[in-house]
């Protein structure tokens, strides 16, 4: 039987690489087994990648509409986070409505004939070791996938905040529960049972101390910071604040996310330098008018 295909058209600034067309040894077996790989260049930052897979497997695993979206989203998220660029799928919400006199406005909600430059996909070698990893981090990758389709300061936090704690949950060394201490660092004594009944006391370890594994020092306290803010119901007054604290914050968090998963996909650490397509793609968006016959 021939092999199954599955098809996506992506919009995405990236400048594709002779070391794309190479055979890619996988040392893990992914969930979902394919055999073959091809992107074509439709247009300017216009793809269609075009995944093969054995027709038996592909049935097995792939039985409903809600398989090949969960499906399709995790290879859209995976293409995102190996070249760390805004990729969306070539679709576009529009607004019509009349002005009077059968007159028309469309407006066309999206990055539309946005020029920048594109970012080089060098190695499809991530997205095949990609979809083979632990299915706990197909989660943080959509949250990813987001973050950098988000053009808004404070909605990109959200999804970065996310995913950093989806990662602290699976693999944070700190865990369990702790007595309450003083707060005091020259006291710092330990309220071992209840005063009253003498029932042991313990409450579940803090996000500051689990996520320390992940996130450096200044950083964390910053995430911690804007997270409580964020979370916990943010005033106007600190709306304005952290619109222009969190863009800094979230280079840092992407910066963090993308190095820790990348080691397991063999991607190279980055530096802020290669995330200038990630955070500073322009926002555009197109008005049309026109008139019936």
Not at 159 to 166: C, F
């Amino acid at each position: 039987m021939a092999d199954a295909s599955f098809q996506i058209d992506l919009a995405m600034p990236v400048a594709l690489t002779a070391n794309l067309q190479r055979d890619i040894f996988a040392s893990i077996r992914p969930r979902w087994p394919i055999t073959r790989i091809d992107i074509q260049r439709l247009e300017r930052d216009a793809f269609r990648l075009k995944l093969s897979m054995p027709s038996e497997e592909a049935m097995a695993k792939l039985s409903s509409n809600e398989d090949l979206t969960e499906y399709r989203d995790f290879i859209v998220s995976l293409v995102a986070f190996s070249a760390m660029v805004p990729v969306q799928l070539r679709s576009k919400g529009t607004f019509d409505f009349p002005t009077g006199d059968k007159q028309r406005k469309a407006v066309s909600l999206g990055a539309m004939n946005c020029q920048v430059p594109s970012s080089p996909l060098s190695s499809l070698e991530p997205l095949v070791l990609g979809l083979g990893l632990d299915p706990k981090y197909t989660s943080v990758l959509h949250f990813l996938w987001e973050a950098l389709n988000s053009g808004h300061p404070l909605y990109r936090f959200i999804n970065l905040a996310v995913a950093v704690e989806l990662i602290v949950r699976h693999d944070s060394p700190v865990a369990g529960s702790r007595h309450p201490n003083c707060g005091n660092p020259k006291c710092a004594f330990q309220l071992e049972k209840c005063p009253k009944c003498n029932r042991a006391w313990k409450i579940p370890c803090q996000l500051r101390e689990r996520a320390a594994f992940l996130l450096p020092t200044g950083v964390l306290s910053e995430f911690i910071e804007a997270r409580n803010q964020v979370f916990h119901g943010l005033s106007d007054e600190l709306h304005r604040d952290y619109g222009h604290h969190l863009p800094k914050l979230n280079v840092s968090l992407l910066l963090v996310l993308r190095n820790y998963l990348g080691q397991q996909m063999r991607l190279p650490a980055i530096t802020e330098d290669h995330l200038s397509i990630a955070i500073n793609l322009p926002e555009v968006v197109m008005t049309v008018f026109y008139k019936l016959p």
